[in-house]
């Protein structure tokens, strides 16, 4: 009965999501740029990889930190906000379908239009290395389906953080802005930071010890560093991946699997504290 | 059987009451309209009810379950006072949600949008659909399963009378299938003679519960006669009714009393004894509106 009742605001959130566009335009995005990266983004990379697909994929994970993230903030953030606003929640709620269902039926619509599009977007770069380098681009294939399925789970953290927005915002203006201004914070200024306290530490002991942990605490720098430290590619990234290729690979696999319930669970905090 | 009982129910927001100490019951077949002005209480009340928010005293028990409760939203149906949908979905699909939220099979959402009248638009979306539309859907989806108690808040704003006129029968074959009814609404005229009982709420507080006739005798307001004096019989009619008020018209000359409930019978006899000098008459009971207001005003 819990299954049957998730699984139908799941399908009724995808059907929303497919008609308000969300699905074609992440879908787009996704296809747009791996088009782009596997079609010209090999060529810094030089004579480093075996195969132009791992190379594709280096670049495809350090698009898909910034990218993820943002698409599932896009279509999440106004789950509940929304709601609230068009006067849809109080009816809901009062239907035999727990707070935590509603909850987990959107989470499932959305990372599965998360999934549809990354899939695509992957899909398109691995037909690129099909054509260009023929049966070689098979080297690849495992790397990339190490990307597809960790950009879910990090979708999947994402759709939950915008759901928690949502929840705290009421509004979804308001949702909007608490939605990017996290993403800013997450994806870019958290690894500025970091990267700031290595440079200003020069070596010493927070560069050791705390560093490599803050790094892996982060859910987008976790799939960074999983998906490059797992690959041959990691010569081709730069900056904080590269400096944390030390890290034991299970740790941001570990940051992978726990952090989409985490999230989950503070979503469902938040929206316990909704008031239709 | 009791099915919806409000005991010493509270709740204040930001130390404002703005319901205190309501007792109310509502038995199975039984409708019962709550009225009041805007800020009366009644939504609070019914969001009480459904557990949407939680008491600050008193209780609520659904057939013995708790607001809120899995027990209890499984019993009840609500329509909320303009019932809204994602505008991207079809009537179909979204009262197939309902039903498959309700453990029910979904292919029942056709018959039940056509027998609120929406058998044309269920495959067109949502967010065409005017006022009127939008609350049949709600309807539609309050219908489901037939429902123990019901919940209607301000059901039929946005039906035109002939609609409404539809919205009563269908509550009415409801509650003589035994379903209890809760509706809220801002006109007494509104519900005269398709609920049981009303209930008045003023400021937070239950004034009234009762059936009409009740209500009626309680507020005693007089009686309203109009006298039409024969040709040529004006100033006689006026010795005869000192009381009266005198108004003339193209109509005619007009006299207008007020007259206590007790006397009426000792009013019909003098206007029998001024046969000579009346034309014609009319007797009007206290209008619903009248003894609405009267029953809010004395409680304020």
Same mark, same amino acid.
């Given at each position: 009965?819990?299954?049957?009742?998730?699984?139908?605001?799941?399908?009724?959130?995808?059907?929303?999501?497919?008609?308000?566009?969300?699905?074609?335009?992440?879908?787009?995005?996704?296809?747009l740029?791996?088009?782009?990266?596997?079609?010209?983004?090999a060529?810094?990379?030089?004579?480093?990889?075996?195969?132009?697909?791992?190379?594709?994929?280096?670049?495809?994970?350090?698009?898909?930190?910034?990218?993820?993230?943002?698409?599932a903030?896009?279509?999440?953030?106004?789950?509940?906000?929304?709601?609230?606003?068009?006067?849809?929640?109080?009816?809901?709620?009062?239907? !035999?379908?727990?707070?935590?269902?509603?909850?987990?039926?959107?989470?499932?619509?959305?990372?599965?239009?998360?999934?549809?599009?990354?899939?695509?977007?992957?899909?398109?770069?691995?037909?690129?290395?099909?054509?260009?380098?023929?049966?070689?681009?098979?080297?690849?294939?495992?790397?990339?389906?190490?990307?597809?399925?960790?950009?879910?789970l990090?979708?999947?953290?994402?759709?939950?953080?915008?759901?928690?927005?949502?929840?705290?915002?009421?509004?979804?203006?308001?949702?909007?802005?608490?939605?990017?201004?996290?993403?800013l914070?997450?994806?870019?200024?958290?690894?500025?930071?970091?990267?700031?306290?290595?440079?200003a530490?020069?070596?010493?002991?927070?560069?050791?010890?705390?560093?490599?942990?803050?790094?892996?605490?982060?859910?987008?720098?976790?799939?960074?560093?999983?998906?490059?430290?797992?690959?041959?590619?990691?010569?081709?990234?730069?900056?904080?991946?590269?400096?944390?290729?030390?890290?034991?690979?299970?740790?941001?696999?570990?940051?992978?699997?726990?952090? !989409?319930?985490?999230a989950?669970?503070?979503?469902?905090?938040?929206?316990?504290?909704?008031?239709? | 059987?009791?099915?919806?009982?409000?005991?010493?129910?509270t709740?204040?927001?930001? =130390?404002?009451?703005?319901?205190? &100490?309501?007792?109310?019951?509502?038995?199975?077949?039984?409708?019962v309209?709550?009225?009041?002005?805007?800020?009366?209480?009644?939504?609070?009340?019914?969001?009480?009810?459904?557990?949407?928010?939680?008491?600050?005293?008193?209780?609520?028990?659904?057939?013995?379950?708790?607001?809120?409760?899995?027990?209890?939203?499984?019993?009840?149906a609500?329509?909320?006072?303009?019932?809204? #949908?994602?505008?991207?979905?079809?009537?179909?699909?979204?009262?197939?949600?309902?039903?498959?939220?309700?453990?029910?099979?979904?292919?029942g959402?056709?018959?039940?949008? $056509?027998?609120?009248?929406?058998?044309?638009?269920?495959?067109?979306?949502? =967010?065409?659909?005017?006022?009127?539309?939008?609350?049949?859907?709600?309807?539609?989806?309050?219908?489901?399963?037939?429902?123990k108690?019901?919940?209607?808040?301000?059901?039929?704003?946005?039906?035109?009378?002939?609609?409404?006129?539809?919205?009563?029968?269908?509550?009415?074959?409801?509650?003589?299938?035994?379903?209890?009814?809760?509706?809220?609404?801002h006109?007494?005229t509104?519900?005269?003679?398709?609920?049981?009982?009303?209930?008045?709420?003023?400021?937070?507080?239950?004034?009234?519960?009762?059936?009409? $006739?009740?209500?009626?005798?309680?507020?005693?307001?007089?009686?309203?006669?109009?006298?039409?004096?024969?040709?040529?019989?004006?100033?006689?009619?006026?010795?005869?009714?000192?009381?009266?008020v005198?108004?003339?018209?193209?109509?005619?000359?007009?006299?207008?009393?007020?007259?206590?409930?007790v006397?009426?019978?000792?009013?019909?006899?003098?206007?029998?004894?001024?046969?000579?000098?009346?034309?014609? #008459?009319?007797?009007?009971?206290?209008?619903?509106?009248?003894?609405?207001?009267?029953?809010?005003?004395?409680? &304020?």
């Amino acid at each position: 009965m819990m299954l049957r009742r998730i699984f139908s605001t799941a399908r009724l959130e995808f059907l929303i999501a497919l008609r308000n566009r969300w699905v074609g335009i992440a879908a787009a995005m996704m296809i747009l740029f791996a088009l782009v990266l596997s079609l010209a983004g090999a060529a810094p990379s030089g004579a480093m990889a075996a195969d132009r697909l791992s190379v594709t994929v280096a670049s495809l994970t350090s698009l898909a930190v910034y990218l993820v993230p943002l698409i599932a903030l896009l279509i999440s953030f106004d789950a509940i906000a929304g709601e609230v606003e068009r006067g849809t929640l109080p009816l809901h709620l009062t239907y !035999p379908l727990g707070r935590g269902e509603l909850l987990l039926g959107k989470l499932g619509a959305q990372v599965a239009v998360l999934a549809l599009a990354v899939s695509l977007g992957y899909g398109v770069a691995a037909v690129v290395g099909f054509v260009g380098d023929g049966v070689a681009a098979v080297a690849g294939l495992g790397a990339l389906w190490r990307l597809v399925w960790t950009s879910v789970l990090l979708g999947a953290v994402f759709v939950s953080l915008g759901h928690m927005m949502s929840c705290l915002a009421r509004r979804p203006s308001g949702a909007a802005g608490m939605a990017i201004g996290l993403w800013l914070v997450a994806i870019v200024l958290y690894d500025l930071g970091l990267l700031a306290a290595v440079v200003a530490d020069n070596g010493g002991r927070f560069t050791a010890s705390a560093f490599p942990w803050l790094l892996v605490l982060n859910p987008a720098d976790a799939f960074r560093i999983f998906n490059l430290a797992a690959s041959e590619a990691v010569g081709a990234a730069a900056g904080l991946a590269g400096a944390a290729s030390a890290i034991a690979l299970w740790k941001p696999l570990a940051s992978l699997l726990v952090w !989409p319930a985490l999230a989950a669970l503070l979503a469902r905090a938040a929206f316990g504290r909704v008031q239709p | 059987m009791r099915l919806l009982t409000l005991s010493q129910l509270t709740k204040c927001y930001d =130390g404002h009451t703005v319901l205190d &100490a309501v007792d109310l019951t509502v038995a199975a077949g039984e409708t019962v309209a709550l009225l009041g002005h805007n800020g009366a209480g009644k939504s609070t009340l019914m969001k009480l009810v459904l557990g949407l928010i939680q008491a600050d005293a008193g209780s609520v028990s659904i057939a013995g379950h708790g607001p809120g409760s899995a027990g209890a939203r499984a019993q009840i149906a609500y329509l909320p006072e303009n019932a809204a #949908f994602h505008p991207a979905l079809t009537g179909t699909e979204q009262i197939a949600h309902f039903l498959r939220l309700r453990g029910l099979d979904p292919r029942g959402a056709g018959a039940l949008l $056509a027998k609120v009248g929406l058998k044309e638009a269920a495959r067109r979306r949502i =967010g065409t659909y005017s006022k009127g539309m939008r609350q049949r859907v709600g309807l539609a989806q309050a219908l489901i399963g037939a429902p123990k108690l019901m919940v209607l808040d301000e059901p039929t704003s946005g039906l035109d009378p002939v609609s409404r006129r539809e919205f009563y029968a269908l509550l009415a074959d409801l509650a003589a299938s035994g379903t209890a009814v809760l509706l809220s609404s801002h006109a007494l005229t509104e519900v005269e003679a398709r609920t049981d009982r009303i209930a008045i709420l003023s400021q937070g507080k239950l004034v009234a519960d009762g059936s009409l $006739a009740a209500l009626r005798a309680a507020a005693d307001l007089p009686m309203t006669v109009h006298l039409r004096a024969a040709a040529g019989q004006a100033q006689a009619l006026v010795a005869a009714f000192p009381e009266g008020v005198r108004r003339v018209d193209a109509g005619g000359d007009h006299l207008t009393l007020n007259c206590p409930q007790v006397e009426k019978f000792a009013v019909m006899d003098r206007i029998r004894g001024a046969a000579d000098q009346v034309a014609d #008459f009319d007797i009007h009971p206290p209008s619903l509106d009248d003894i609405y207001a009267h029953i809010s005003r004395r409680a &304020a």
